[in-house]
């Protein structure tokens, strides 16, 4: 089996446990010690059966039940329990294999770049604003790269991951404070605006939409330029005609700044095979991410 088959199992294997765990965690609200541990019992057995390495990745996934079966006796309250569960699905070394219920799964596929239009990154302990997409909220509230964002809400910024995630999330719109170009203070209110539906693709995920934005244009001198936020099934209906597009460029930017990765499938898909330089890139994307 594929390096790639390998992955997506590991995400299907996730999300069979995210839906067997949010299943039972419906039950264990005020949940009795038997409701617990049967929640225990399916968490376990889902990872045992549909983990794609049979080998657990090096963890005796046995003697992992045999050291947490007995802690949850002293669970006191569903927010235990789900602490107690994801520790054991980390004994596996190995991300994106977790416990999540699925009335968070929203929030955790969600991006402020796709609702707000605004990509963020701490610098020298602030965090200052990466991207912009045009045509969205924030880029009509006045916001630029450089700026730097002082409060969300009234509520002063701890770093970026935590500002995109307030910004992606919760209220339809949110009030933003920050520094602009000339740091003077100013004030936005950026609202949840997604992109054109011809620089949108979206697949269901359980009760989740993920999206994924792409764009491409010409610079100067005719150099290609192409930019996407995520890899996704639907995002090859337009991609593969963008990089068609541009092999009569000079030279082609593939832009995967704040790219936050998805389906290794089909990255490798879309990619792969299409143009020496496109290879390079998906090589050197591969080596990030390890």
């Known amino acids: 089996m594929s390096n790639s088959n390998n992955l997506r199992l590991v995400a299907f294997s996730m999300l069979l446990l995210v839906g067997y765990a949010d299943s039972a965690f419906s039950q264990a609200r005020g949940s ?52 107690l569960l994801d520790a054991m699905v980390k004994e596996i070394p190995i991300s994106h294999l977790r416990i999540l219920e699925l009335k968070a799964l929203e929030d955790s596929v969600a991006r402020s770049f796709i609702t707000t239009g605004v990509a963020l990154r701490g610098l020298a302990g602030q965090v200052v604003v990466f991207r912009v997409r045009e045509y969205s909220s924030a880029h009509a509230a ?27 999330t919760g209220s339809p719109s949110h009030k933003v404070t920050f520094l602009d170009g000339h740091d003077i203070q100013r004030d ?44 996704i099934v639907p995002l090859k209906a337009k991609l593969l005609p ?49």
Not at 205 to 224: H, P, W
Not at 268 to 282: P, Y
């Open 188 to 231: 936005a209110v950026l609202e949840h605006r997604l992109p054109e539906k011809v620089n949108l693709s979206e697949v269901e995920l359980l009760t989740a939409t993920r999206y994924a934005f792409v764009e491409s244009k010409r610079l100067a001198e005719g150099i290609g330029y192409i930019h996407f936020t995520n890899f």
């Open 32 to 83: 009795s010690p038997d409701v617990r541990n049967k929640t225990f019992e399916i968490v376990w057995k889902t990872v045992n059966e549909k983990y794609f390495d049979p080998g657990f990745s090096g963890t005796d996934w046995a003697e992992v039940r045999r050291r947490y079966a007995p802690k949850i006796a002293n669970v006191a309250n569903d927010a235990e329990l789900h602490a």
């Open 142 to 168: 006045g916001l630029r790269p450089g700026f730097v964002i002082k409060q969300i809400d009234g509520v002063p910024v701890v770093d970026a991951k935590t500002a995109e995630s307030s910004l992606a």
């Open 242 to 290: 963008a990089i068609e597009s541009m092999k009569d460029a000079p030279g082609l930017i593939l832009d995967l700044r704040g790219n936050s990765g998805g389906d290794h499938l089909t990255r490798e898909d879309l990619l792969q095979g299409k143009d020496a330089q496109l290879d390079a890139a998906l090589e050197y994307l591969r080596k990030q991410k390890r």
